[in-house]
């Protein structure tokens, strides 16, 4: 008999790749058996607003490989969105969560028959490169889509490893099938674009794709193989656009045919690299080296088990499960991987470059994750975390300061403030070993004293004023002294008393703002003045008032770094929590130019965007942590459903759901860096949580349900544990965390002025 090796290493390879994640998955303690992955929707976040990516991918993988549709616009900027019925193709890159658009990268479509290319009515080359698909063919769960395309009559079935996208093609036998690859097609708001396509032999494929879309300068390469020799292809340039003497545009086709046959099958390896053709090939070669659709897809969905199985919930409430460990799914999907199997990446200065280890990644939505995507990476996911940090600190290397909203090597400084201080500071504060202290700190102080964005203001008067900064001078001056807390924390540990005393006096920027008769933080001029005119809490105008995606109701409590100082402005506790009640009852006109960002509304709590999320716990430092618990009940029970348009707003890359599962949990870190983490209300009875070097965290509520909300006491390991908060330290050494819940508030727990949390100066 003989034995074709290669196809037998192949197999061989594959099958070792799942039987260790499949024992991996089922090494912790009381880890339940059953696949994690079945209880995610992935449909969940595909309407409304939600922007979420649906199709195959890996956790943080390079590749997410799915359908695009035909439409565009903002509900759009992943590609898909649940009201739609076109598929133009599927693209190896795409956001998740986002409020703009870009990636939708080297886009593949299984056709028959001829399609032709002209201008479509939104400027790009539609030209029936596209089909109509009924939902109900539809298959998705972590790892893996399928679909049937009506007008071709294809069944497609995608999975993918980290680096490759994995595609099989089912045509009508004795069909000829064909497969277009479209380098033309991209999501968003794109300018100046490249493809090039060779055939390098007949059943490889190769090219890149140029484009300056919301990343400017973005480039990926890729290599495609197929199973079937082709037989036939032609390759199209649409024509070039000119401005002036210059071509802004060229875009690029490929069709390639196959013999028409009994068994109609084509399968079609896609490996991308953010530096080479080489490399992509290289990725192939490594993570795909064999053809086993089944086994690949099953190994998909065993690494999704693996990272979800990190957290083990017991309830008997089905639809919270759904819930809770979609939104867990969705805080995966982004970072995602930004460098080769041989370690090489394009630097933020667009050169390519070399790990030594690790891995490289990219899309940092930090002024969105910063605030919980991040905190709870740090607790389930801490291995992962140096390599994140690392990554940070090569773009400040690169780029000369740490990442804003940093998307495959571009700086696109999108949002406000400097956010990268505070995810990095969050990791040093919270002893994350595994990156260069030194280096950390020295990235910091420089992204801290940088000249743009407004910060050249902060830094001479103390705050940014609005006759000096035109738009959202409240917002960046209120996340500016955020991240100077954070950094200043972090001097204080290193025992930089200068750099101390320098960062939090900046962190008081807040104090500037507050306006004692009003109490709302308001725009003030370069010379102390408040804002003249008639002064509507409720107004808002997108990036053309004061606040960012807010108004002056959701932008008066951005004070998570010092809670206990902020509360003083007011007067005292009593008047703060009047004010902090009164926010989620009141109502007024946001006005017709609002952002609609501003969405989730409760009263003027906006859940629907990031600048909320700590807000509810702020009840805690004030001796009310019932009042935590009603809140987070009634977000958790209406900001989130198990419905397409289940979120109240924006993904935004994983922080929306993260709210969710940190506040289910019963927990959430208010303070931007380093902890600790305030009680709420735990939603499930039993939370089993694997937090690394072997240890896992119980989380119990005895006498838990919807009426019964209110801690009454607290457990820490069999001991009496009365703060109404527990720091990041005593979460990660494990053991068991219980909460015994009643009906009605506790008129001890967490009220004591020492049983409270209190801000760190």
């Keep these: 008999m003989m034995i074709d090796l290669r196809s037998f290493s192949s197999k061989l390879f594959a099958y070792c790749n799942v039987l260790m994640l499949f024992i991996s998955c089922n090494m912790g303690e009381n880890i339940d058996q059953r696949r994690f992955t079945d209880y995610v929707d992935p449909y969940i976040g595909t309407g409304g607003h939600g922007h979420v990516f649906l199709g195959a991918n890996v956790p943080y993988g390079a590749v997410q490989l799915g359908p695009s549709n035909l439409s565009d616009g903002w509900d759009w900027v992943s590609g898909y969105h649940i009201s739609d019925s076109t598929i133009i193709g599927f693209a190896h890159q795409h956001l998740s969560g986002t409020g703009i658009g870009d990636l939708g990268d080297v886009v593949l479509l299984p056709f028959t028959g001829d399609v032709t290319f002209r201008r479509g009515e939104h400027g790009h080359e539609d030209s029936g490169a596209y089909s109509l698909f009924n939902r109900d063919t539809e298959r998705v769960r972590p790892g893996y889509y399928a679909v049937h395309l009506n007008r071709f009559d294809v069944d497609v079935e995608l999975t993918a490893t980290s680096r490759v996208g994995f595609h099989k093609y089912s045509y009508k036998d004795n069909e000829v099938p064909k497969v277009l690859i479209n380098l033309d097609a991209g999501i968003g708001w794109e300018g100046k674009k490249e493809g090039h396509l060779v055939v390098e032999n007949d059943t490889v494929v190769s090219g890149y794709r140029y484009s300056m879309g919301w990343a400017k300068n973005q480039k990926i390469y890729f290599t495609a193989t197929f199973s079937r020799p082709i037989a036939g292809y032609r390759l199209a340039d649409s024509t070039a656009v000119k401005e002036g003497n210059e071509i802004t545009a060229r875009r690029t086709y490929g069709e390639f045919a196959f013999a028409a046959q009994d068994e109609q099958d084509i399968l079609v390896k896609v490996a991308i690299s953010p530096v080479s053709v080489a490399n992509a090939k290289l990725n192939m070669q490594a993570e795909l080296p064999g053809w086993d659709f089944v086994q690949v897809k099953e190994a998909a969905d065993l690494a999704w088990n693996k990272e979800l199985a990190k957290v083990n919930i ?149 705050y940014v004023p609005y006759d000096k900064e035109e738009v959202e001078s409240v917002a960046k001056g209120l996340e500016f002294a955020i991240a100077d807390w954070c950094l200043a924390q972090v001097a204080k540990l290193r025992g930089e008393q200068e750099d101390y ?130 809140r987070v009940r009634e977000t958790l029970a209406t900001m989130y459903t198990d419905k397409p348009d289940g979120l109240s707003g924006n993904e935004d890359v994983g922080q929306m759901s993260a709210w969710y599962v940190l506040s289910s949990l019963g927990f959430y870190q208010v303070s931007p860096a380093g902890g600790p983490f305030i009680f709420g209300s735990p939603l499930f009875d039993k939370v089993t949580m694997t937090i690394g070097e072997g240890k ?19 457990r820490l390991n069999g001991k009496p544990y009365v703060q109404s908060y527990i720091a990041y330290e005593d979460l990660m050494k494990g053991g068991k965390l219980e909460f015994d819940m009643g009906d009605k508030p506790s008129d001890t727990f967490g009220v004591k002025m020492e049983n409270r949390p209190q801000s760190v100066r």
């Design 501 to 630: 005393a320098y960062f939090i006096k900046r962190s008081d920027a807040y104090q500037y703002y507050f306006d004692k008769d009003l109490q709302f933080l308001r725009g003030v001029d370069s010379k102390g003045n408040f804002r003249p005119g008639v002064f509507d809490p409720f107004h808002s105008a997108h990036l053309a008032n004061d606040y960012t995606e807010g108004n002056a109701w959701q932008y008066t409590w951005l004070v998570p770094h010092d809670v206990n100082g902020f509360m003083g402005l007011f007067g005292g506790e009593d008047k703060f929590i009047t004010k902090l009640d009164s926010l989620f009852v009141v109502e007024g006109d946001l006005g017709e130019h609002a952002s609609p960002d501003i969405s989730g509304l409760i009263g003027q709590y906006a859940h629907g965007n990031e600048p909320s999320h700590h807000v509810i716990y702020m009840y805690a430092y004030a001796g009310q942590p019932w009042k935590v618990a009603d």
């Design 314 to 462: 017991e309830t008997s409430d089905s639809i919270a499960k759904k819930v809770f460990y979609t939104a867990l799914y969705h805080t995966m999907i982004a970072p995602s991987t930004f460098s080769d199997v041989n370690g090489e990446y394009m630097g933020s200065d667009f050169k390519p470059h070399k790990l030594t280890s690790g891995e490289n990644y990219t899309t940092f939505s930090l002024w969105d994750t910063y605030r919980a995507a991040h905190p709870l990476m740090s607790i389930i996911h801490r291995d992962r975390v140096p390599d994140m940090i690392n990554s940070m600190l090569r773009i400040y290397q690169e780029q000369g300061k740490l990442p804003v909203w940093h998307l495959v090597g571009n700086e696109t400084d999108c949002m406000v403030g400097n956010p990268g201080i505070i995810v990095v500071a969050d990791a040093y504060l919270k002893g994350v070993g595994g990156f260069d202290k030194d280096l950390a700190y020295e990235a910091m102080k420089v992204s801290a004293m940088k000249d743009d964005r407004g910060l050249n203001w902060h830094k001479q008067y103390g």
């Design 696 to 714: 896992t965290l119980a989380l119990i509520a005895h006498n838990n349900s919807k009426e019964n909300k209110y801690i009454q006491q607290v």
